[in-house]
Each structure stands twice: as C-alpha cells, then as structure tokens.
C-alpha cells in the first residue's frame, strides 16, 4: 500500500511551508513517527514525523515551497525493513562511481552537452589511466568559480588573482525572510522612537547572592534576571496600560492581561516565545517558563501556538555583550524592552563616587498610540522596581516570594 503523506497545518494562517532538511534520503526505510524532515514556516521550523513505517520516496527538494496540503513524499507500506536493506547492500556492491575533482583553472566550458562530458571522461581516463567505463563524471565536482568575482578588485590593494577568492550563495530560509519582512515593516509602518535610562542593579545581584544557591536547590532553576525584569515589566505595564496596547486598523485594542514575549536565539535565528498570563506567576514560574521555552527553541522543538499573541517583548542583548542597541518592536506590539550587558561604572551616591553595576535599559515605542510621557513614566517605573525590588516587587518578603 502506498500512503501520501501531506504537509500538516502548523497553523490557521500558514498556507505553506518549505522543505528546510530532508533528514532520510530516497529509499530509506523508516519507522512510525521518526522525524524524516525539517519544515520552515513564516513563523517556526517544524518536525515532519512518518505516518507510517515503510520505504520513503521523496517528492519535494530541499528549498521546495509546498502547499499545506501537498504531497510531499510517499511511504510503501507494504515493503520490510529486511528487503529494503537487501536493496540497499546490492546497491553498494555495484561498480563504485570515482569522483574526479577538476580544478576550474583549466577547465573551458562552453556548454553542457553530452559530448563535452565524453570529451572530459575520454581526457581524465588518459592522463590518469583509469579505465574509462569505471569513471562517472559527477557534475557536482566540477566548480565553475564565477568570473566576476575571481577578477573583482579590492577596495585596498591590487588584483587578488588568487584561485581561493570564492563566493557563496544561500538561499535564505521562509522563517528568516519573514522575519525581515517584519522587520522592515515595524520600521515603515510604526511611528517608532526609542526612550533610554539607566538601572543601578546592586539590589538585585545582593538578593541572587544570598538566595541564589538555595532557590536553585529547592526549585531546580536558577534565579536569573528575567524573572525581576519580567515582573517589573507587568507592574509598569498595569501603570500604563497604552503599552499594553495595539492598534488594529482604527481602533487600539488594550490587553487586561500580560503575554511577555522573550527574544531567545535558536539554530534556526532569533525566535520570541511567549509567557502566557505573566501577571500571574511568581519568580519561580517566570524562571521555569524562561528555561522551557528556551530549551525549546534551542532544540527546535518550539510550536507556533508557543510564539503567538504577544502584548510585549523584552529582548536581553547583553547577553551577546551589547552594552546600549534601540531594540525593534514586534508587531502589532507596541512596546519592546531591550536589556544590556551589567557593567560596573563610578557613579555619584549621595555625594560620593561609588563603583555600581549599572545596566542600560531601553524602550522602543510606537508614538502612534503611547506618548513620550507614558513611554518615559512606563521606564521610570521598571527603574524603580528594579532598584527596590524587596519593597516594590516582594512586598519586603523576599523569602516568600522566591517561594523558600
């Protein structure tokens, strides 16, 4: 029995996908639920599993884009593990191919026919004394460097007229066009400025110091940042709740509830997963959910229902080292938090010069719907929660709140 297998929906409203990673090849025989490719949509790279066990035969390549719906390989049911194998054993006992790289410095190649190919096969076999009916000239082998690169002329210097000056083309994948795609039309689209302040984070590196040990003992996560940024986020934003908003045609749409999008970076380039319902949660529910989601993107693992219907995004650069960046809002969002490296700075305490460690933060907006006094009140307030987090974010009960 042959079984179509059709690309699935990875959501309502994705209408294709593309073959990122075959990981079987033609004839291979596979298992119920192995993994047999890698599918990028507009918004994640997905797992496609086998339906069923049987020989594969694959009808879509690699960069393909597909339909969901379509055919994208058949599995012979009715085949066996064992036979297969018999093939595939019979297969490697025929004549092997010999490669033969030709380097592309003498190679002239005028045209593709037959009777270049012959010429070539007939050259080889002479000056290397292989018997030419065992010889197979593989196309891939033959790199024809483009001209117009080997001669370009560099900006300092003289002609290179090195052979080893090449360049490469990749297509780029669905996901990463279109997330430039948003990109570029956040930019466009928004009326986006960016609001910037410092934070003394002494307060918070005194409480991961004393609790720190303890909390990951008890709780088997880590007591990072991001719970602290994340909670003084859903403060401020029940401050100002225009931050919390969208606008949808001619209407602005704001939210009673806090979905915390986090910039996390995947094999497959940045991805924003989201925590849901954030106002809810305490440090150990934001942290837990932080190194979840992480874990999940990190193995691909992430699904699109994970990464949608956002209200805000906090994006941690200074975990690359980016000490100051204008972060890039993610619409229909209409706020972004951008946090930055921790780096100790004298700065002026009462009157004296003391030695902090000290964080830019910064707020990117669309002015269309959050003036500049809500947007510098709203960073106003996560400085604050930030440099008095016993009283403002705890309460002044800092072991009830990590839940110790």
Same mark, same amino acid.
């Given at each position: 029995?042959?079984?179509? $297998?059709?690309?699935?929906?990875?959501?309502?409203?994705?209408?294709?996908?593309?073959?990122?990673?075959?990981?079987?090849?033609?004839?291979?025989?596979?298992?119920?639920?192995?993994?047999?490719?890698?599918?990028?949509? %507009?918004?994640? &790279?997905?797992?496609?599993?086998?339906? +069923? !066990?049987?020989?594969? &035969?694959?009808?879509?390549?690699?960069?393909?884009?597909?339909?969901?719906?379509?055919?994208?390989?058949?599995? %012979?049911?009715?085949?066996?593990?064992?036979?297969?194998?018999? @093939?595939?054993?019979?297969?490697?006992? *025929?004549?092997?191919?010999?490669?033969?790289?030709? =380097?592309?410095?003498?190679?002239?190649?005028?045209?593709?026919?037959? %009777? %270049?190919?012959? =010429?070539?096969?007939?050259?080889?076999?002479?000056?290397?004394?292989?018997?030419?009916?065992?010889?197979?000239?593989?196309?891939?082998?033959?790199?024809?460097?483009?001209? +117009?690169?080997? &001669?370009?002329?560099?900006?300092?210097?003289?002609? *290179?007229? !090195?052979?080893?000056?090449?360049? !490469?083309?990749?297509?780029? *994948?669905?996901?990463?066009?279109?997330?430039?795609?948003?990109?570029?039309?956040?930019?466009?689209?928004?009326? /986006?400025?960016?609001?910037?302040?410092?934070?003394?984070?002494?307060?918070?590196? +005194?409480?991961?110091?004393?609790?720190?040990?303890?909390?990951?003992?008890?709780?088997?996560?880590?007591?990072?940042? /991001?719970?602290?940024?994340?909670?003084?986020?859903?403060?401020?934003?029940?401050?100002?709740?225009?931050?919390? !908003?969208?606008?949808?045609?001619?209407?602005?749409?704001?939210? @009673?509830?806090?979905?915390?999008?986090?910039?996390?970076?995947?094999?497959?380039?940045?991805?924003?997963?989201?925590? #849901?319902?954030?106002?809810?949660?305490?440090?150990?529910?934001?942290?837990?959910?932080?190194?979840?989601?992480?874990?999940?993107?990190?193995?691909?693992?992430?699904?699109?229902?994970? /990464?949608?219907?956002?209200?805000?995004?906090?994006?941690?650069?200074?975990?690359?080292?980016?000490?100051?960046?204008?972060?890039?809002?993610?619409?229909?969002?209409?706020?972004?938090?951008?946090?930055?490296?921790?780096?100790? #700075?004298?700065?002026?305490?009462?009157?004296?010069?003391?030695?902090?460690?000290? $964080?830019?933060?910064?707020?990117?907006?669309?002015? #269309?719907?959050? @003036?500049?006094?809500? *947007?510098?009140?709203?960073?106003?307030?996560?400085?604050?929660?930030?440099?008095?987090?016993?009283?403002?974010? /705890?309460?002044?009960?800092?072991?009830?709140?990590?839940?110790?």
């Amino acid at each position: 029995m042959i079984l179509e $297998m059709k690309v699935p929906s990875p959501g309502e409203s994705i209408t294709e996908v593309e073959i990122a990673e075959w990981l079987v090849e033609d004839g291979d025989y596979v298992e119920k639920d192995q993994a047999i490719a890698e599918v990028d949509s %507009d918004k994640a &790279t997905l797992e496609l599993p086998a339906e +069923e !066990s049987g020989v594969i &035969t694959l009808k879509a390549e690699v960069g393909d884009a597909v339909e969901v719906g379509a055919v994208v390989c058949l599995i %012979d049911t009715s085949a066996t593990k064992d036979s297969n194998s018999s @093939d595939n054993k019979s297969a490697k006992e *025929s004549p092997a191919e010999i490669k033969v790289p030709v =380097q592309p410095s003498s190679l002239s190649v005028k045209s593709k026919s037959a %009777d %270049d190919s012959a =010429q070539a096969e007939n050259k080889i076999s002479h000056e290397e004394q292989i018997d030419s009916s065992s010889i197979k000239v593989i196309a891939e082998d033959i790199v024809i460097k483009n001209e +117009e690169a080997i &001669t370009t002329i560099p900006s300092m210097g003289e002609k *290179s007229g !090195s052979p080893d000056r090449t360049l !490469s083309r990749k297509k780029l *994948s669905l996901l990463r066009r279109k997330v430039a795609d948003r990109l570029v039309a956040a930019k466009n689209e928004t009326a /986006m400025l960016t609001t910037f302040n410092e934070v003394d984070m002494t307060p918070i590196f +005194e409480i991961r110091k004393q609790f720190k040990a303890v909390f990951s003992e008890k709780h088997g996560v880590n007591l990072g940042f /991001m719970s602290f940024f994340t909670l003084a986020v859903v403060r401020a934003l029940k401050l100002f709740p225009a931050v919390n !908003s969208m606008i949808d045609g001619k209407e602005m749409i704001s939210y @009673d509830f806090c979905d915390i999008s986090i910039a996390v970076s995947g094999p497959k380039g940045l991805m924003v997963p989201v925590i #849901r319902n954030a106002e809810k949660l305490t440090f150990r529910g934001v942290e837990l959910e932080v190194k979840r989601l992480a874990v999940r993107a990190r193995d691909g693992l992430i699904t699109v229902d994970e /990464m949608t219907g956002g209200t805000f995004t906090i994006s941690n650069g200074g975990v690359f080292g980016s000490m100051l960046s204008t972060p890039i809002i993610n619409p229909p969002q209409s706020g972004i938090l951008g946090m930055h490296n921790i780096i100790e #700075r004298p700065v002026a305490v009462d009157g004296r010069v003391e030695i902090r460690p000290m $964080m830019y933060v910064a707020l990117s907006y669309d002015h #269309r719907i959050i @003036d500049g006094k809500e *947007s510098v009140g709203f960073l106003v307030a996560v400085k604050e929660a930030l440099e008095n987090p016993k009283e403002i974010l /705890m309460n002044n009960l800092v072991e009830k709140a990590l839940g110790l």
